[in-house]
């Protein structure tokens, strides 16, 4: 049984930080691509970062460069979000996703490429 477990979220004053956690029960971790999603009330579910299956490539929404460093342990089976500099923007619903690949140095950004998600985190930014 496939479980992705997101912790971490939290309420934050704007400019302040939080680090997201996800913890895979993956029996081959390292043949997942990796990404966080959030999804604000109201819109859709958006791509924030993703890594490939042995964390060589990297890809953000603009709107986080510079911001946000995704990670994995492909050991501890875990993945993680650094979120620095949040602003009321980031405010959303995190989800942690991972979709089975045969190509190890790619990042997909479609909601259709990943096979399992998890519950989610909130965050929250005041300002």
């Known amino acids: 049984h496939v479980q992705l477990v997101e912790s971490g979220g939290g309420l934050v004053q704007a400019g302040e930080s939080l680090r997201l956690s996800c913890a895979a029960s993956l029996s081959t971790f390292s043949s997942y691509l990796m990404a966080w999603f959030r999804q604000a009330p109201g819109k859709e579910r958006e791509f924030v970062a993703g890594i490939s299956r042995f964390g060589g490539v990297t890809q953000y929404k603009e709107s986080v460069k510079g911001r946000f460093t995704i990670a994995r342990d492909n050991v501890k089976n875990t993945l993680s979000l650094e979120m620095n500099s949040l602003n009321p923007e980031d405010t959303a619903l995190y989800y942690c996703?991972?979709?089975?690949?045969?190509?190890?140095?790619?990042?997909?950004?479609?909601?259709?490429?990943?096979?399992?998600w998890g519950q989610g985190t909130q965050v929250t930014v005041s300002s």
């Open positions: 996703a991972a979709g089975i690949s045969g190509v190890p140095d790619i990042v997909r950004v479609s909601k259709n490429a990943y096979d399992y």
